[in-house]
């Protein structure tokens, strides 16, 4: 199954991936992952054994590479061996990393606060105030189509998300300002035939497509290096920040799961380690030990209890 040509195997390998309604990010990793196998093998992986399964993995391990693009690659090998090949006794050789649980990168509001400062154009401050203000993720900023936008109930509809899922978000009176702004001026070579509703916000460069995520990230790093942000920050830290801003002042976490699409709220909780202002406003047991501790009131001489 080298994949330079289109094999029967990759066809069938396809027509499983489409069948289960994978995404087309998943099919295409899925794809990636199965040619370096083939490629490791030097044959179709229809020919594989349990120990080429083993000496495949061992290879990834000392390639250097991270733990989730060990877990990535050897996903879609999974698929192959046990979807499309029904090969069970090669599947029961793959096994899963432990992924290191990393606290999520945040900014502080005043950050925020520089950030949207220093954005040079109309357009990039929408991009990021969406992001943040909505805690949307970079793929469903660039993909919101004018009928996304409800003005009457004040929300934005995110429609088929990560997980196939549609949820509503808040449109705050701001946001919905800078987006009446943006209609005005949006370009607009590509509307024709197409109903208003169905029009993109940001359209992209091709017709009938929207702006890149590339474009967005390189808007956002644009920003964050004028604005002297000088801690690890990506477009998504814009999500993790409204979250986290959220629950410190108070806002139930189940809402935040909510806004978020978040399907576990396990997933949600997370925020709870970053949320500094939480954190910092947790007294101490060591605070309550220095305390000066109120003396026991004496009882009046003659008292008699009742």
């Known amino acids: ?22 995404s087309s990010a998943t099919q295409r990793y899925h794809i990636n992952s199965c040619t370096r196998f083939a490629v490791f093998l030097k044959r179709s992986p229809e020919t594989a054994t349990p120990d080429d399964v083993r000496r495949f993995q061992h290879h990834l391990s000392e390639t250097g590479l991270s733990i989730i693009t060990r877990n990535r690659i050897m996903g879609g090998v999974k ?5 499309t090949l029904r090969r069970l006794d090669l599947a029961n050789e793959i096994y899963h990393l432990a992924e290191p649980q990393k606290i999520p990168q945040v900014m502080s509001p005043d950050e925020v606060e520089r950030l949207l400062a220093m954005v040079k154009t109309q357009k990039a401050h929408l991009l990021l105030s969406l992001a943040y203000g909505c805690g949307l993720r970079v793929g469903e900023v660039v993909k919101l189509k004018a009928g996304d936008i409800d003005s009457a109930q004040s929300i934005i509809r995110i429609v088929q998300a ?25 370009p607009t070579r590509y509307d024709a035939g197409v109903p208003t509703g169905e029009r993109w916000l940001f359209p992209g460069t091709k017709p009938a497509r929207p702006m890149t995520t590339r474009q967005f990230s390189r808007l956002f790093h644009q920003a964050a290096q004028t604005s002297g942000i000088t801690k690890p920050v990506t477009p998504h830290t814009l ?38 202002g939480m954190i910092a406003s947790i007294e101490s047991p060591l605070d309550v030990l220095t305390k000066p501790r109120r003396k026991p009131r004496q009882r009046k001489k003659g008292h008699v209890s009742a």
């Not at 698929?79 to 979807?83: A, D, G, H, M």
């Not at 997980?163 to 978000?169: A, E, L, P, Y």
């Open 1 to 22: 199954m080298i994949m330079s040509t289109i094999t029967p195997l990759r066809l069938r390998m396809i027509e499983d991936m489409e069948g289960r309604r994978l």
């Open 79 to 83: 698929f192959l061996v046990r979807v």
């Open 162 to 186: 990560k997980g196939r899922k549609d949820r509503h978000v808040m449109l705050s009176k701001e946001l919905l300002k800078q987006l009446r702004q943006w209609w005005t001026v949006r």
């Open 239 to 276: 999500r993790h920040s409204f979250a986290t801003h959220l629950l410190e002042r108070g806002v139930d976490i189940r809402h935040i799961q909510a806004l978020l699409g978040h399907s576990k709220l396990e997933t949600t909780a997370r925020y709870t380690s970053v949320a500094t």
